[in-house]
């Protein structure tokens, strides 16, 4: 039978692509989303926002900059950066829209 881990268990995360910066944008845009219930867009947030800080952390070479980014619309990229000046995160967190 399987068990759920246990909160001190290390927890795999299910990105597997190796765009961190796209997966946190969608995370973003997915918590904006009107029609969404509730508990999964404050995840969603949660999981966007941790996302930013290991890139922030771990991966400064990736940048949140307009021509990085540019594969998305610029309405998502300015949302995006807005939740993110609100979020708590450092001022030079890296990005730019």
Same mark, same amino acid.
């Given at each position: 039978? !399987?068990? @759920? @881990?246990? +909160? +001190?268990?290390? &927890?795999?995360?299910?990105?597997?692509?190796?765009? @961190? $910066?796209? *997966?946190?944008?969608? =995370?973003? !845009?997915?918590? #904006? %989303?009107?029609? $969404?219930?509730?508990?999964? $867009? #404050?995840?969603? =947030? %949660? %999981?966007?926002?941790?996302?930013? $800080?290991?890139?922030?952390?771990?991966?400064?070479?990736? %940048? *949140?900059?307009?021509?990085?980014? #540019? &594969? *998305?619309? =610029?309405?998502?990229? +300015? /949302? /995006?950066?807005? /939740? &993110? =000046? +609100?979020?708590?995160?450092?001022?030079?967190?890296? *990005?730019?829209?």
């Amino acid at each position: 039978m !399987w068990m @759920p @881990p246990r +909160t +001190t268990d290390p &927890i795999e995360v299910g990105c597997t692509g190796k765009r @961190p $910066r796209a *997966f946190a944008l969608h =995370k973003l !845009w997915l918590s #904006r %989303q009107a029609d $969404r219930e509730p508990i999964k $867009r #404050r995840r969603d =947030k %949660q %999981q966007a926002l941790a996302v930013c $800080r290991l890139v922030l952390h771990y991966l400064p070479h990736l %940048q *949140f900059s307009p021509a990085e980014l #540019r &594969i *998305f619309p =610029k309405t998502v990229v +300015t /949302a /995006a950066a807005e /939740a &993110i =000046k +609100t979020s708590g995160l450092p001022p030079d967190y890296g *990005f730019r829209a």
